[in-house]
């Protein structure tokens, strides 16, 4: 089955400890996105990656850092700078920036405490 | 920045149409309508999208008026595994374009 994939689902933090959000996606697609949602709101853009070993800002990158050494790997990183990290994060992925149908992971909902 | 403009909440009874409406007055000719829903925890699935002439597919109809300010997302049997929050989006089709606002949403509930 190809997919997108999201771990852990629930994954709790103390305050002040970075925290590495996984993202996986078997689709070949070129683009992978970082999103955060926090209750009763829409998603806002972490960062996007177009491209292997390469990614953008998004909207709110202030606080968080991303990798993407693989075509299908792109984990985001939680760091301490980041004042309200717990929210709900969504991974997303599509063919390339000229195709717009994005496929989501489940989503990873961090806690910290 | 939002773009559209969409009621908080809807009800539909089971088994009748559902029409979700958007307005997006300040939409200029290469943005494209989407649509997305999002079922309660999980990641958004992607629905239909549109430039100008009406579309439909497995999942949805979507109709967009002649000047193109406003559409409205047919969902034309509503089951309860439609309640979700719908989002419609507008962007451009164009490579750099990557950002999907995706605002509050309709949220639908579909009643038995």
């Keep these: 089955d190809g997919g997108i994939t999201q771990s852990p689902k629930y994954l709790f933090r103390k305050e002040g400890q970075n925290v590495t959000l996984s993202c996986e996606q078997n689709l070949n697609h070129d683009a992978m996105y970082w999103y955060r949602q926090d209750p009763g709101q829409g998603l806002r853009l972490i960062y996007y990656s177009q491209i292997v070993n390469d990614f953008q800002k998004g909207d709110i990158a202030e606080g968080y850092s991303v990798s993407r050494e693989k075509k299908e790997s792109f984990p985001l990183t939680v760091t301490s700078a980041q004042k309200n990290p717990t929210a709900f994060y969504l991974c997303a992925s599509s063919l390339g920036d000229a195709y717009n149908e994005q496929f989501f992971g489940p989503g990873t909902r961090l806690t910290v405490l | 920045d939002a773009k559209t403009t969409q009621p908080p909440s809807m009800d539909c009874a089971e088994g009748r149409a559902a029409n979700l409406p958007c307005n997006h ?8 309508v989407y649509w997305y829903r999002q079922i309660h925890s999980q990641g958004p699935q ?25 559409s409205t997302l ?20 164009q490579t750099g374009a990557n950002n999907l606002f995706f605002g509050t ?5 579909v009643i038995p």
């Design chain 2, 46 to 70: 992607y629905i239909i999208h549109g430039l100008k002439n009406n579309e439909t597919n497995e999942m949805a109809s979507l109709i967009i008026t002649e000047d193109r300010k406003s």
């Design chain 2, 74 to 93: 047919i969902l034309p049997h509503a089951t309860l595994r439609d309640t979700a929050v719908y989002y419609c989006i507008v962007r451009p089709d």
């Design chain 2, 25 to 32: 007055s300040t939409i200029s000719g290469n943005e494209y």
């Design chain 2, 105 to 109: 949403g309709t949220r639908l509930t």
